[in-house]
C-alpha cells in the first residue's frame, strides 16, 4: 500500500516541483530493488532515444545515398533520351554510352594540335585513330529498315546472316574534314605527291569528293548549330602597342561521348576485302540499281 503511494509520488516527482527530498532518499533503494516500471522506464527511454537518432543518421545517409544514385540515373537516363530524341534513329544509338560531359574546345590561335599541322605521316596517323578509315559494319535487316534503309539498300547474303552494310555518320563527317585538311593549299601537293588514295584519280572526281566533303560538313555543322557563344579577351597583337580584343575560342562545351561511338564502329567492322569469301555480298536484283550517282 505504501510503496504503491510512494510510487505515485516519485512518478509525480518527475514531472513537477512537490518533491519531498527525505521522503525520496528514503525509499530510493528499496524501490531500485523492486525495479518499479518508472525506473526500468529511464534507461529504456534513454536508450530508445539514442537507437532512434542513430536510425535516423543511417537513414538520413542511406536516404542521401540512395537520393544521389536515383538523381544520377535520372540524368543519365535524360542525357540518353535527348541523344535518342536528337538523333535519327540508328542501333549504334542503343548500344553506346550517351553520357555527356563538358569539354573545353581548343582554340588556340597560335598553339598547334597534331591534327592541323602541316601533312605528316604522324598528323595522318592522329586523324586516322579517330576511325575515320574504319571498314563498314553490318546491322540487322530490321534494324537497317528502323534506320532508314529500304531493302535495294546493299545487303551481306542470306548465308551469311544477311543485314545490311553501313558506317557512321559521325565518322564519315570526319574522314571528309580530313579530305578538306589534305586539301589545304599547303598539303596538297605533298598528298598528290605521296600518291593518297584521294588524290590518285581524275581531277574531276576529286574535286567532285572534295566538294561533297565539304558541304557535308557545312550541314553537319548548321544541323547541329551551336548555341554557346564566344567572348573577348585583351590581347597584344603583332606590331600594336595597346592590348587588342580577340576572340577567345577556348569555350566549354557539353559533348557526346565520340570515343564510345568510335569504338563501336571498330568493333563492328567486317572483315578485310580479301578475307571475305566472294559470295559475301547479297547479289542487286534489276529494281536495286539506281540510273545515277547520288
Ligand atoms: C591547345 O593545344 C596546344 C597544342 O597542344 C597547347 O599548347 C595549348 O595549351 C592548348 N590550349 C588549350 C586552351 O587547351
Request: net charge negative; aromatic share 10%.
Amino acid at each position: 500500500m505504501s510503496s504503491g503511494m510512494s510510487e505515485d509520488k516519485i512518478s509525480f516527482a518527475g514531472t513537477s516541483e512537490d518533491s519531498d527530498s527525505d521522503h525520496d532518499s528514503e525509499l530510493l533503494p528499496k524501490i531500485r530493488k523492486r525495479r518499479s516500471p518508472e525506473q526500468t522506464l529511464l534507461p529504456s527511454i534513454f536508450i530508445k532515444s539514442l537507437f532512434f537518432l542513430l536510425g535516423l543518421i543511417l537513414g538520413i545517409t542511406i536516404a542521401t545515398i540512395v537520393s544521389q544514385q536515383i538523381q544520377q540515373g535520372i540524368e543519365m537516363d535524360l542525357d540518353r533520351q535527348c541523344a535518342m530524341r536528337t538523333s535519327q534513329y540508328s542501333p549504334v544509338l542503343n548500344e553506346v554510352d550517351h553520357a555527356y560531359s563538358i569539354t573545353s574546345f581548343n582554340g588556340s590561335f597560335m598553339k598547334e594540335v597534331v591534327y592541323r599541322l602541316q601533312g605528316s605521316p604522324r598528323v595522318d596517323a592522329a586523324w586516322e585513330a579517330l576511325g575515320i578509315e574504319y571498314r563498314a559494319s553490318i546491322i540487322p535487316e530490321n534494324e537497317g529498315i528502323a534506320s532508314g534503309l529500304t531493302k535495294h539498300h546493299v545487303q551481306r547474303a542470306k548465308k551469311y546472316g544477311g543485314g545490311f552494310f553501313v558506317n557512321v555518320e559521325g565518322l564519315h563527317h570526319l574522314h571528309c574534314l580530313n579530305l578538306v585538311r589534305k586539301s589545304l593549299y599547303f598539303n596538297y601537293n605533298y598528298y598528290k605527291a605521296i600518291g593518297d588514295d584521294a588524290f590518285d584519280i581524275e581531277e574531276n572526281i576529286f574535286k567532285s569528293h572534295l566538294t561533297h566533303c565539304l558541304d557535308i560538313v557545312r550541314q553537319v555543322l548548321m544541323c547541329n548549330v551551336d548555341n554557346g557563344v564566344l567572348g573577348q579577351v585583351w590581347t597584344h597583337q603583332p606590331n600594336t602597342k595597346q592590348p587588342q580584343a580577340f576572340p577567345d575560342f577556348n569555350t566549354r562545351h557539353k559533348c557526346k561521348n565520340y570515343e564510345a561511338v568510335r569504338v563501336w564502329a571498330e568493333a563492328h567492322q567486317v572483315p578485310p576485302d580479301e578475307e571475305l569469301p566472294a559470295d559475301y555480298i547479297a547479289p542487286w536484283d534489276t529494281d536495286d540499281v539506281i540510273p545515277y550517282i547520288p
